[in-house]
Protein backbone atom coordinates (compact mmCIF):
# COMPACT_ATOMS: atom_id res chain seq x y z
CA UNK A 1 0.00 0.00 0.00
CA UNK A 2 1.39 3.25 -1.00
CA UNK A 3 2.44 5.12 2.46
CA UNK A 4 0.36 8.44 1.22
CA UNK A 5 -3.21 6.95 1.15
CA UNK A 6 -5.16 8.45 4.15
CA UNK A 7 -6.50 5.88 6.14
CA UNK A 8 -9.88 4.86 7.45
CA UNK A 9 -11.06 2.45 10.26
CA UNK A 10 -15.40 1.70 9.28
CA UNK A 11 -16.97 0.72 12.44
CA UNK A 12 -20.22 -1.51 12.43
CA UNK A 13 -18.56 -2.12 8.66
CA UNK A 14 -21.30 -5.06 7.74
CA UNK A 15 -20.31 -6.09 4.40
CA UNK A 16 -18.43 -2.79 4.06
CA UNK A 17 -20.48 -0.73 1.32
CA UNK A 18 -19.26 2.80 2.85
CA UNK A 19 -15.48 1.54 2.86
CA UNK A 20 -15.90 -0.33 -0.58
CA UNK A 21 -16.43 3.69 -1.97
CA UNK A 22 -13.46 5.23 0.39
CA UNK A 23 -11.28 2.47 -1.14
CA UNK A 24 -12.43 3.40 -4.91
CA UNK A 25 -11.50 6.84 -3.60
CA UNK A 26 -7.88 6.24 -3.10
CA UNK A 27 -8.29 5.56 0.41
CA UNK A 28 -6.86 2.52 2.76
CA UNK A 29 -8.96 0.58 4.60
CA UNK A 30 -7.21 -0.88 8.02
CA UNK A 31 -10.11 -2.69 9.61
CA UNK A 32 -13.51 -3.41 9.77
CA UNK A 33 -15.15 -3.78 13.00
CA UNK A 34 -18.75 -5.99 12.95
CA UNK A 35 -19.90 -8.96 14.55
CA UNK A 36 -21.51 -10.76 12.00
CA UNK A 37 -19.50 -13.58 11.19
CA UNK A 38 -20.74 -13.96 7.40
CA UNK A 39 -20.23 -9.91 6.84
CA UNK A 40 -16.81 -9.76 7.89
CA UNK A 41 -16.06 -12.74 5.66
CA UNK A 42 -16.96 -10.49 2.69
CA UNK A 43 -15.62 -7.45 4.11
CA UNK A 44 -12.24 -9.52 4.50
CA UNK A 45 -12.83 -11.05 1.03
CA UNK A 46 -13.21 -7.52 -0.97
CA UNK A 47 -10.89 -5.07 1.11
CA UNK A 48 -7.60 -5.25 0.03
CA UNK A 49 -6.16 -6.94 2.88
CA UNK A 50 -8.38 -4.57 5.21
CA UNK A 51 -8.54 -6.87 9.16
CA UNK A 52 -12.20 -7.97 9.30
CA UNK A 53 -12.70 -8.12 13.31
CA UNK A 54 -15.42 -9.70 15.17
CA UNK A 55 -16.07 -7.16 17.97
CA UNK A 56 -18.66 -6.42 20.34
CA UNK A 57 -19.26 -2.70 20.84
CA UNK A 58 -21.13 -3.18 23.67
CA UNK A 59 -18.08 -3.80 25.41
CA UNK A 60 -15.20 -1.55 26.04
CA UNK A 61 -12.31 -3.99 25.95
CA UNK A 62 -13.23 -4.15 22.20
CA UNK A 63 -11.73 -0.67 21.56
CA UNK A 64 -8.84 -1.40 23.61
CA UNK A 65 -8.37 -4.40 20.85
CA UNK A 66 -8.57 -2.03 18.04
CA UNK A 67 -6.18 -0.03 19.27
CA UNK A 68 -4.07 -2.83 19.17
CA UNK A 69 -4.98 -3.73 15.26
CA UNK A 70 -3.97 -0.71 14.48
CA UNK A 71 -0.59 -1.10 16.33
CA UNK A 72 0.36 2.69 16.40
CA UNK A 73 -0.94 3.97 12.57
CA UNK A 74 -2.45 7.15 12.47
CA UNK A 75 -5.77 6.82 11.65
CA UNK A 76 -7.07 9.66 9.25
CA UNK A 77 -10.85 8.97 8.73
CA UNK A 78 -13.35 7.24 11.00
CA UNK A 79 -16.54 5.56 9.26
CA UNK A 80 -19.58 4.05 10.74
CA UNK A 81 -23.00 4.10 11.21
CA UNK A 82 -24.27 2.63 14.92
CA UNK A 83 -27.91 1.19 14.61
CA UNK A 84 -30.46 3.49 16.12
CA UNK A 85 -31.09 1.89 19.70
CA UNK A 86 -27.77 3.51 19.71
CA UNK A 87 -29.56 6.67 20.87
CA UNK A 88 -31.54 5.82 23.57
CA UNK A 89 -31.54 9.22 24.94
CA UNK A 90 -34.45 9.40 27.55
CA UNK A 91 -33.58 10.89 30.14
CA UNK A 92 -30.10 11.31 32.22
CA UNK A 93 -30.48 7.73 34.34
CA UNK A 94 -30.75 6.27 31.15
CA UNK A 95 -27.37 7.30 30.44
CA UNK A 96 -25.88 3.86 31.56
CA UNK A 97 -28.09 1.74 29.22
CA UNK A 98 -26.22 -0.24 26.96
CA UNK A 99 -27.37 0.38 23.80
CA UNK A 100 -25.74 3.84 24.33
CA UNK A 101 -22.39 2.67 24.24
CA UNK A 102 -22.58 1.36 20.52
CA UNK A 103 -23.04 5.40 19.70
CA UNK A 104 -20.44 6.11 22.68
CA UNK A 105 -18.27 3.44 21.14
CA UNK A 106 -17.95 5.64 17.94
CA UNK A 107 -17.33 8.74 20.02
CA UNK A 108 -14.68 6.86 22.39
CA UNK A 109 -12.65 5.88 19.09
CA UNK A 110 -12.66 9.34 17.81
CA UNK A 111 -11.38 10.37 21.15
CA UNK A 112 -8.79 7.51 21.11
CA UNK A 113 -7.42 8.18 17.20
CA UNK A 114 -8.01 12.07 16.70
CA UNK A 115 -8.82 11.16 12.86
CA UNK A 116 -8.88 14.56 10.63
CA UNK A 117 -12.29 13.69 10.20
CA UNK A 118 -15.13 10.96 10.86
CA UNK A 119 -18.54 10.13 9.28
CA UNK A 120 -21.39 9.28 10.93
CA UNK A 121 -23.96 7.60 8.79
CA UNK A 122 -27.54 6.55 9.46
CA UNK A 123 -31.79 6.67 8.16
CA UNK A 124 -32.90 10.27 7.56
CA UNK A 125 -35.23 9.77 10.64
CA UNK A 126 -32.23 10.20 12.86
CA UNK A 127 -32.31 13.47 12.75
CA UNK A 128 -35.61 14.01 14.68
CA UNK A 129 -35.69 10.89 16.72
CA UNK A 130 -36.04 11.59 20.18
CA UNK A 131 -37.53 14.87 19.33
CA UNK A 132 -34.14 15.71 18.14
CA UNK A 133 -32.30 14.71 20.89
CA UNK A 134 -30.38 11.61 18.90
CA UNK A 135 -29.09 14.97 16.40
CA UNK A 136 -27.94 16.95 19.10
CA UNK A 137 -26.22 14.11 21.34
CA UNK A 138 -23.75 13.80 17.71
CA UNK A 139 -23.53 17.42 17.73
CA UNK A 140 -22.65 17.64 21.19
CA UNK A 141 -20.25 14.68 21.72
CA UNK A 142 -18.08 15.05 18.72
CA UNK A 143 -18.32 18.74 18.91
CA UNK A 144 -16.73 18.48 22.57
CA UNK A 145 -13.91 16.51 21.46
CA UNK A 146 -12.68 19.62 18.87
CA UNK A 147 -14.96 18.53 15.23
CA UNK A 148 -17.04 20.89 13.39
CA UNK A 149 -20.19 19.08 11.76
CA UNK A 150 -22.38 19.43 9.29
CA UNK A 151 -24.75 16.90 8.12
CA UNK A 152 -26.90 16.37 5.38
CA UNK A 153 -29.52 14.16 3.65
CA UNK A 154 -27.64 12.68 0.60
CA UNK A 155 -30.43 11.12 -2.17
CA UNK A 156 -28.64 8.26 -4.06
CA UNK A 157 -29.64 8.41 -7.14
CA UNK A 158 -28.01 11.92 -7.63
CA UNK A 159 -24.81 10.36 -7.60
CA UNK A 160 -25.05 7.36 -9.68
CA UNK A 161 -26.53 4.71 -7.75
CA UNK A 162 -30.07 3.18 -9.40
CA UNK A 163 -31.64 3.03 -6.07
CA UNK A 164 -34.38 5.39 -4.38
CA UNK A 165 -32.13 5.41 -1.24
CA UNK A 166 -31.76 8.55 1.26
CA UNK A 167 -29.60 8.54 3.99
CA UNK A 168 -28.07 11.16 6.90
CA UNK A 169 -24.45 12.10 6.99
CA UNK A 170 -22.73 13.70 9.57
CA UNK A 171 -19.55 14.48 8.64
CA UNK A 172 -16.99 16.50 11.42
CA UNK A 173 -13.71 17.59 10.65
CA UNK A 174 -11.16 19.69 12.98
CA UNK A 175 -9.76 23.30 12.91
CA UNK A 176 -13.27 24.69 12.37
CA UNK A 177 -13.55 23.27 8.83
CA UNK A 178 -16.92 23.32 7.59
CA UNK A 179 -17.28 20.01 4.58
CA UNK A 180 -18.77 20.77 1.28
CA UNK A 181 -21.00 18.01 0.27
CA UNK A 182 -20.82 16.50 -2.92
CA UNK A 183 -22.53 18.21 -5.76
CA UNK A 184 -24.89 15.61 -7.52
CA UNK A 185 -23.75 14.18 -10.62
CA UNK A 186 -27.12 13.44 -11.96
CA UNK A 187 -30.40 14.99 -12.25
CA UNK A 188 -33.96 13.25 -11.96
CA UNK A 189 -33.96 13.48 -16.21
CA UNK A 190 -30.64 10.82 -16.28
CA UNK A 191 -30.93 8.96 -13.54
CA UNK A 192 -29.10 5.19 -13.50
CA UNK A 193 -32.81 2.92 -13.98
CA UNK A 194 -33.23 -0.71 -13.45
CA UNK A 195 -32.81 -1.41 -16.72
CA UNK A 196 -30.01 -0.02 -17.27
CA UNK A 197 -28.18 -1.59 -14.24
CA UNK A 198 -29.69 -5.34 -14.66
CA UNK A 199 -30.72 -6.06 -17.87
CA UNK A 200 -27.61 -7.70 -18.63
CA UNK A 201 -27.93 -10.58 -16.12
CA UNK A 202 -29.33 -14.10 -16.95
CA UNK A 203 -33.08 -14.02 -16.95
CA UNK A 204 -32.86 -17.62 -14.71
CA UNK A 205 -36.47 -17.49 -16.69
CA UNK A 206 -35.49 -21.76 -16.90
CA UNK A 207 -33.06 -22.59 -14.60
CA UNK A 208 -31.73 -21.24 -10.98
CA UNK A 209 -28.48 -20.08 -12.01
CA UNK A 210 -25.21 -21.64 -10.34
CA UNK A 211 -22.20 -19.82 -9.23
CA UNK A 212 -19.11 -18.39 -11.46
CA UNK A 213 -21.24 -18.09 -14.48
CA UNK A 214 -20.80 -16.40 -17.85
CA UNK A 215 -22.32 -13.06 -18.94
CA UNK A 216 -25.02 -13.77 -21.53
CA UNK A 217 -24.09 -10.49 -23.45
CA UNK A 218 -21.82 -7.56 -23.94
CA UNK A 219 -22.62 -4.76 -21.29
CA UNK A 220 -25.49 -2.99 -22.49
CA UNK A 221 -25.26 0.80 -20.42
CA UNK A 222 -22.20 2.67 -19.21
CA UNK A 223 -23.61 1.49 -15.86
CA UNK A 224 -23.03 -2.35 -16.89
CA UNK A 225 -19.86 -1.31 -18.42
CA UNK A 226 -18.59 0.32 -15.23
CA UNK A 227 -20.17 -2.61 -13.02
CA UNK A 228 -17.93 -5.24 -14.96
CA UNK A 229 -14.91 -3.77 -15.25
CA UNK A 230 -13.12 -6.24 -12.99
CA UNK A 231 -15.20 -9.22 -13.63
CA UNK A 232 -14.90 -11.80 -15.98
CA UNK A 233 -17.68 -14.23 -14.59
CA UNK A 234 -20.76 -13.81 -12.20
CA UNK A 235 -20.95 -14.29 -8.58
CA UNK A 236 -24.19 -14.52 -6.41
CA UNK A 237 -26.71 -14.48 -9.11
CA UNK A 238 -29.08 -17.27 -7.67
CA UNK A 239 -32.50 -17.95 -8.61
CA UNK A 240 -35.38 -18.41 -5.75
CA UNK A 241 -37.86 -20.97 -6.30
CA UNK A 242 -41.26 -19.87 -6.24
CA UNK A 243 -44.28 -22.02 -6.10
CA UNK A 244 -46.45 -21.44 -9.36
CA UNK A 245 -49.38 -19.72 -7.24
CA UNK A 246 -46.62 -17.03 -5.84
CA UNK A 247 -45.46 -16.37 -9.54
CA UNK A 248 -48.98 -16.50 -10.58
CA UNK A 249 -50.01 -13.56 -8.33
CA UNK A 250 -46.10 -11.62 -9.31
CA UNK A 251 -47.43 -12.10 -12.78
CA UNK A 252 -50.35 -10.03 -12.04
CA UNK A 253 -48.44 -7.00 -10.96
CA UNK A 254 -47.88 -4.68 -13.47
CA UNK A 255 -44.28 -3.01 -14.43
CA UNK A 256 -44.18 -0.27 -10.96
CA UNK A 257 -47.02 -1.40 -9.80
CA UNK A 258 -47.98 -2.97 -6.23
CA UNK A 259 -50.19 -4.83 -3.87
CA UNK A 260 -52.85 -2.49 -4.85
CA UNK A 261 -52.71 -4.00 -8.43
CA UNK A 262 -53.72 -6.95 -7.76
CA UNK A 263 -57.68 -8.24 -7.43
CA UNK A 264 -59.51 -8.30 -4.90
CA UNK A 265 -58.83 -11.50 -2.91
CA UNK A 266 -55.33 -12.10 -4.55
CA UNK A 267 -52.31 -11.97 -2.88
CA UNK A 268 -54.36 -11.14 0.42
CA UNK A 269 -51.30 -12.76 3.21
CA UNK A 270 -48.76 -9.93 2.20
CA UNK A 271 -50.62 -6.55 2.29
CA UNK A 272 -48.56 -3.65 3.17
CA UNK A 273 -46.95 -0.69 2.00
CA UNK A 274 -43.95 -2.41 0.45
CA UNK A 275 -45.50 -5.91 -0.50
CA UNK A 276 -45.53 -7.31 -4.16
CA UNK A 277 -43.78 -4.37 -5.91
CA UNK A 278 -42.61 -4.48 -9.03
CA UNK A 279 -39.27 -2.77 -10.12
CA UNK A 280 -39.99 -0.12 -12.91
CA UNK A 281 -37.48 -0.28 -16.19
CA UNK A 282 -36.99 2.92 -16.58
CA UNK A 283 -36.62 4.54 -12.60
CA UNK A 284 -34.05 3.71 -10.02
CA UNK A 285 -35.64 0.66 -7.94
CA UNK A 286 -36.76 0.77 -4.70
CA UNK A 287 -34.88 1.00 -1.55
CA UNK A 288 -33.21 -2.47 -0.68
CA UNK A 289 -34.07 -3.94 1.90
CA UNK A 290 -33.01 -7.14 4.45
CA UNK A 291 -35.09 -9.41 3.16
CA UNK A 292 -36.25 -10.64 -0.68
CA UNK A 293 -39.58 -11.24 -0.48
CA UNK A 294 -40.97 -8.05 -1.20
CA UNK A 295 -40.13 -6.52 -4.77
CA UNK A 296 -39.61 -8.14 -8.12
CA UNK A 297 -37.76 -7.68 -11.33
CA UNK A 298 -38.96 -5.21 -13.47
CA UNK A 299 -39.77 -8.20 -16.21
CA UNK A 300 -39.06 -11.42 -14.26
CA UNK A 301 -41.52 -12.97 -12.34
CA UNK A 302 -39.29 -13.60 -9.44
CA UNK A 303 -37.37 -11.43 -6.49
CA UNK A 304 -34.18 -9.94 -7.41
CA UNK A 305 -31.02 -12.24 -7.20
CA UNK A 306 -28.51 -11.15 -4.14
CA UNK A 307 -26.30 -10.01 -7.51
CA UNK A 308 -29.15 -7.83 -8.94
CA UNK A 309 -29.76 -6.18 -5.68
CA UNK A 310 -26.02 -5.28 -5.11
CA UNK A 311 -25.69 -4.30 -9.08
CA UNK A 312 -28.88 -1.66 -7.73
CA UNK A 313 -26.57 -0.50 -4.48
CA UNK A 314 -23.70 0.00 -7.01
CA UNK A 315 -21.47 -3.10 -5.62
CA UNK A 316 -19.80 -3.95 -8.99
CA UNK A 317 -19.54 -7.31 -9.56
CA UNK A 318 -16.10 -8.28 -8.40
CA UNK A 319 -17.36 -8.15 -4.92
CA UNK A 320 -18.22 -11.30 -3.66
CA UNK A 321 -20.98 -11.94 -1.21
CA UNK A 322 -20.60 -15.01 1.51
CA UNK A 323 -22.73 -16.90 3.87
CA UNK A 324 -25.84 -18.21 2.87
CA UNK A 325 -28.32 -16.15 0.85
CA UNK A 326 -30.73 -15.20 3.33
CA UNK A 327 -27.25 -13.52 5.27
CA UNK A 328 -26.29 -12.21 1.76
CA UNK A 329 -29.47 -10.58 1.23
CA UNK A 330 -29.47 -8.69 4.41
CA UNK A 331 -25.55 -7.66 4.28
CA UNK A 332 -26.65 -5.72 0.87
CA UNK A 333 -29.82 -4.44 2.42
CA UNK A 334 -27.94 -3.16 4.93
CA UNK A 335 -24.90 -1.47 3.10
CA UNK A 336 -24.27 2.10 2.45
CA UNK A 337 -23.75 2.02 -1.69
CA UNK A 338 -20.25 1.97 -2.34
CA UNK A 339 -20.72 4.76 -4.97
CA UNK A 340 -22.14 6.79 -2.82
CA UNK A 341 -19.54 6.17 -0.67
CA UNK A 342 -17.20 7.31 -3.26
CA UNK A 343 -18.38 10.56 -4.20
CA UNK A 344 -18.19 11.22 -0.06
CA UNK A 345 -14.87 10.30 0.02
CA UNK A 346 -13.85 12.10 -3.27
CA UNK A 347 -15.46 15.19 -1.54
CA UNK A 348 -13.27 14.49 1.86
CA UNK A 349 -9.80 14.12 0.22
CA UNK A 350 -8.68 17.74 0.12
CA UNK A 351 -9.79 18.16 3.59
CA UNK A 352 -7.15 15.90 4.86
CA UNK A 353 -4.24 17.43 3.07
Not at 34 to 62: C, I, M, P, R, Y
Not at 147 to 174: C, E, H, M, S, W
Request: hydrophobic content about 35%.
Amino acid sequence: MAANKPTVIDMFSGCGGLSKGFIDAGFEVLLGVDFDEAALKTFEHNHNGAVAFKGDLFKKDTLQEIVEIVDGRSVDVIVGGPPCQGFSLTGSRQEDDARNTLFNSMVEAVKIFEPKAFILENVPGLATLYGGKAKKEILKKFGDLGYTINYKVLYAPDYGVPQIRKRIFFVGLKNGVNFDFPEPVHSPDNYVTCEQAISDLPSLEHDLGHENIEYPSKPLSNYQQKMREQSSTLHNHIGTSHTDLVKSVIALVPEGGNHKDLPPGVGDSRKFNEAWTRYHSQKPSKTIDTGHRNHFHYKWNRVPTVRENARLQSFPDNFKLFGNKTQQYKQVGNAVPPLLGFHLATALKPYLE
